[in-house]
């Protein structure tokens, strides 16, 4: 828990912003804590640099690409569709 | 759905076409694996669940009225299978202990940064080698809590909605929230510390 002197209805401080990141980016955020969020960034450097960063950790984790499908695997499923299209005899309809 | 992408392979399946179900299992298969993984003990355990989905798919698939994406739908028979099968049984802790963000000991005690943030960003962009950078960002994912992993892959690898994490993962919206909002955070203190004071 943030000390009392924290919880403040006027001015955040750094320590609380950095909690604030991700409701603000996913637009949860009252229309109030918005204006309070970016009042403090508009202050603050180094909270700013923060949001950039997790901004750039979205977008890079963005970028990770899926494994590829093994070929071997890709057979065994093809044998699964084929054994599914057996039992279930004349296959869908 | 309108706009499901996987709607027209759907309907190629439904008409008995091979070759639509090795796309559509192409498509979704490292996902539902490294899902299913956050519930079983090994990689082959997760393995045959993912067969054991699709051959639910398969099964199922006359039932699926498409009031959820194709996805949502698949990825949701896949956790209730991963949670039958698994082990471990961890619905009733969805979010666990209060978990700061950044080390508060960064802060003074006034809550203001003590020790900023490192610049990294621009580095990242400028010089870094980008398999380097994947590298320790996928190694600090597999380090995540599982469920803050699950959460991050769906939304920010596999880019899933927040409803649809909601729905596969049956959280509410305000745990996602919470769990996205820790896994995000101890990403980028890893990208910190990897590349920040350079």
Known sequence: MLPKLFRSRHK???????????????????????????A??????????????????????????????????????????????????DGPG | MDQDPDADLLGR????????????????????????????????????????????????????EGRSSFRTWLLRILVNRART????????????????????????????????????????DRRLDAAKLAGRLRSAIDDLPDRQREVVTLRDIEGLSSEEVCSVLEISEGNQRVLLHRGRSRLRQALETEFGGA
Request: net charge negative; hydrophobic share 40%; proline share 6%.
């Open chain 2, 13 to 64: 399946l439904r008409a008995g076409d091979e070759q639509a179900f090795v796309i559509l299992v192409r498509r979704h298969h490292a996902a539902m694996l490294r899902l299913a993984c956050g519930y079983v003990p090994s990689v082959a355990v997760a393995e045959e669940v993912v067969q054991d989905t699709w051959l639910g798919v398969l099964r199922g698939l006359g039932g699926f």
């Open chain 1, 40 to 89: 403090h960034l508009a202050g603050c450097p180094h909270c700013t640099e923060y949001l950039a960063q997790m901004r750039a950790t979205i977008e890079l984790t963005g970028t990770l690409t899926a494994d590829d499908l093994p070929g071997p695997v890709q057979d065994e499923f093809i044998d699964l569709y084929r054994r599914w299209r057996a039992d279930a005899g």
């Open chain 2, 85 to 124: 099968t698994g082990a471990r049984e961890r619905r009733s802790v969805p979010v666990g202990d209060p978990e700061p963000a950044v080390d508060p000991s960064r802060f003074d005690g006034t809550g203001h940064w003590a020790a900023p943030p490192e610049r990294w960003v621009e580095e990242a």
């Open chain 1, 12 to 38: 955040i401080v750094c320590q609380q912003a950095v909690e604030l990141v991700t409701d603000y980016l996913e637009g949860r955020l009252s229309r109030a804590g918005r204006r309070r969020f970016e």
